[in-house]
T-cell receptor
C-alpha cells in the first residue's frame, strides 16, 4: 500500500464545475508534487511545493490552482476545465536535500482519475 | 529540448528469461537516473537509482547500467516472473534533492508463464 493517499480516486466534472483533488502524506517529506499523466504518456510535472512554498510551476494554466495548507497536505483546485484536461493526476512526495544518502525517490499516490465532460 | 526515449513497443518474454529494457536520452546531463514500475491505473513505484558516476547497480533480480557517454541506461530483470509484467519508466533528475524529475513514456513488459 502506498503511503501517499489521494482522494477521490475517480472524479467526473463538467466544464463549469469547481472541484478539488486532495493528497496527504505522513512520511515527513517536505517536497510535494502534482503530476499529470495521459494514457501511454509519461507523467508530466505540474507543480512542486518545497517546505510548503510553491517552488515550481511548469507553466500550468490558471484553471489549475495548487495549495499546500501544511507539510502533510496538498490540494489541486480545479475550475473551468476542458475535456483535454481529462487524465490521471498523480501526487508525489520526496525528501529534499543534497546528501548522498538521498535517493531522490518519489513516493507516488494511486492517482485521481479525472474525466471532464 | 530534453528528451527521454524508451521502446514504445511492448516486450514479450518467457518466464525465467532475462528482460532488458532500454532508456536513451538527449539534451540532458542528469545527475542520476531512476527506474520506476507502474501497474495499470496506479501510481509509479520506485525501483532503483543510479548516479552519474556509477556504472552498474543491482538489487535482488534487478540490474541497472548507466553510460553517460552513450546517454543510455539498460534495465535488466533476471529470472523474470509473470508478476513482473508492468510498465517500466525511466526517469532523469538534474541533481540529488532537486525537483525536476522527468519521465520517459515507459516500456510495457509482458512475462508469459
Amino acid at each position: 500500500d502506498t503511503e501517499v493517499t489521494q482522494t477521490p480516486k475517480h472524479l467526473v466534472m463538467g466544464m463549469t464545475n469547481k472541484k478539488s483533488l486532495k493528497c496527504e502524506q505522513h512520511m515527513g517529506h517536505r517536497a510535494m508534487y502534482w503530476y499529470k499523466q495521459k494514457a501511454k504518456k509519461p507523467p508530466e510535472l505540474m507543480f512542486v511545493y518545497s517546505y510548503e512554498k510553491l517552488s515550481i510551476n511548469e507553466s500550468v494554466p490558471s484553471r489549475f490552482s495548487p495549495e499546500c495548507p501544511n507539510s502533510s497536505l496538498l490540494n489541486l483546485h480545479l475550475h473551468a476545465l476542458q475535456p483535454e484536461d481529462s487524465a490521471l493526476y498523480l501526487c508525489a512526495s520526496s525528501q529534499p536535500g543534497r546528501s548522498l544518502a538521498n535517493t531522490g525517490e518519489l513516493f507516488f499516490g494511486e492517482g485521481s482519475r479525472l474525466t471532464v465532460l | 529540448s530534453q528528451k527521454i526515449e524508451q521502446n514504445s513497443e511492448a516486450l514479450n518474454i518467457q518466464e525465467g528469461k532475462t528482460a532488458t529494457l532500454t532508456c536513451n536520452y538527449t539534451n540532458y546531463s542528469p545527475a542520476y537516473l531512476q527506474w520506476y514500475r507502474q501497474d495499470p491505473g496506479r501510481g509509479p513505484v520506485f525501483l532503483l537509482l543510479i548516479r552519474e558516476n556509477e556504472k552498474e547497480k543491482r538489487k535482488e533480480r534487478l540490474k541497472v547500467t548507466f553510460d553517460t557517454t552513450l546517454k543510455q541506461s539498460l534495465f535488466h530483470i533476471t529470472a523474470s516472473q509473470p508478476a513482473d509484467s508492468a510498465t517500466y519508466l525511466c526517469a532523469l533528475a538534474p541533481d540529488v534533492g532537486g525537483f525536476k524529475t522527468i519521465f520517459g513514456a515507459g516500456t510495457r513488459l509482458f512475462v508469459k508463464a
